[in-house]
C-alpha cells in the first residue's frame, strides 16, 4: 500500500502537465481552478488532471509538499509553476502556452 506522498511523488512524476483542482476541467468546482484550467485549455495540449475533492488526503498532503498552501497547484515535468494568478499572468504573457507546447512536444513519444 503506497503512501499518499508516494501517490503524489508518482501523479507528478508521471504527468509532464499536472493540475490539481477542485473539480474536474469540465466542472470546476472553484473560481480559481475554473480560471487555471479555462488558461490550461487555451494551450490546446492533454494534460492530466487531479480532482483533490475526491481526495481528501493529497488534499492535506499536497500543500506540505509543495510548500505551496492553495489549489489549484499546476505541475509541469516535476516542478510546481504555482496557482491561479500565476498561471493567468503566465497564460495572458504567452508564457504558459509556450511552456505546455514545449513540454507536450517532449512527451508526445510517451503517449
Not at 55 to 64: F, G, T, V, W, Y
Not at 71 to 82: N, T
Request: aromatic share 8%.
Amino acid at each position: 500500500m503506497s503512501t499518499t506522498l508516494e501517490n503524489i511523488q508518482r501523479q507528478i512524476g508521471e504527468n509532464p502537465i499536472l493540475i490539481y483542482m477542485k473539480g474536474t476541467p469540465q466542472l470546476p468546482q472553484c473560481g480559481f481552478s475554473a480560471q487555471t484550467v479555462q488558461a490550461l485549455m487555451a494551450c490546446g495540449e492533454r494534460f492530466a488532471f487531479v480532482n483533490i475533492l475526491d481526495n481528501p488526503d493529497i488534499r492535506a498532503e499536497l500543500p506540505k509538499f509543495a510548500n505551496w498552501p492553495t489549489f489549484p497547484q499546476l505541475w509541469v515535468e516535476g516542478e510546481l509553476v504555482g496557482g491561479c494568478d500565476i498561471v493567468v499572468e503566465m497564460h495572458q504573457s504567452g508564457e504558459l502556452e509556450k511552456l505546455i507546447k514545449e513540454t507536450a512536444a517532449k512527451h508526445q513519444h510517451d503517449a
